[in-house]
């Protein structure tokens, strides 16, 4: 997973290059910030609870929001985590886990430096 890039910001100049205000890739940043902790709390309580379901459905939740901000590799961790979960296969899981709130916090600095306020 670590051979993946960290950041495409394709994803995001090219809502820019199709005329999209600076402020709403702004507002998108913004709402990745807020939504993404509560998301990582989720598939925390899911994996310690053992709900593969809940795991997979907030994993993929978590995974579309990534892909649209062009957070590749956390993209790939949600991936994996869904996965994961679909299959019911948890061992291994809390180690996925325990990876995301670094994962948010490069992902964060990497949009914010790519587009800054």
């Not at 907030?58 to 957070?71: F, I, M, Q, T, V």
């Not at 956390?74 to 869904?82: D, G, I, V």
């Given at each position: 997973?670590?051979?993946?890039?960290?950041?495409?910001?394709?994803?995001?100049?090219?809502?820019?290059?199709?005329?999209?205000?600076?402020?709403?890739?702004?507002?998108?940043?913004?709402?990745?910030?807020?939504?993404?902790?509560?998301?990582?709390?989720?598939l925390?309580?899911?994996?310690?609870?053992?709900?593969?379901?809940?795991?997979?459905?907030?994993?993929?939740?978590?995974?579309?929001?990534?892909?649209?901000?062009?957070?590749?590799?956390?993209?790939?961790?949600?991936?994996?985590?869904e996965?994961?979960?679909?299959?019911?296969?948890?061992?291994?899981?809390?180690?996925?886990?325990?990876?995301?709130?670094?994962?948010?916090?490069?992902?964060?600095?990497a949009?914010?430096?790519?587009?800054?306020?």
């Amino acid at each position: 997973m670590s051979d993946l890039p960290l950041f495409d910001p394709a994803q995001l100049r090219s809502l820019l290059e199709l005329g999209a205000e600076p402020a709403l890739v702004q507002e998108l940043i913004g709402l990745y910030e807020a939504d993404a902790p509560e998301r990582i709390a989720a598939l925390a309580d899911a994996a310690a609870r053992g709900d593969a379901g809940r795991l997979m459905a907030e994993a993929h939740h978590l995974k579309g929001s990534l892909g649209n901000l062009g957070l590749v590799r956390f993209a790939e961790l949600a991936k994996c985590l869904e996965t994961a979960g679909r299959e019911g296969r948890l061992e291994g899981v809390a180690a996925l886990v325990a990876a995301l709130p670094a994962a948010h916090a490069e992902g964060l600095a990497a949009l914010k430096t790519a587009f800054p306020a």
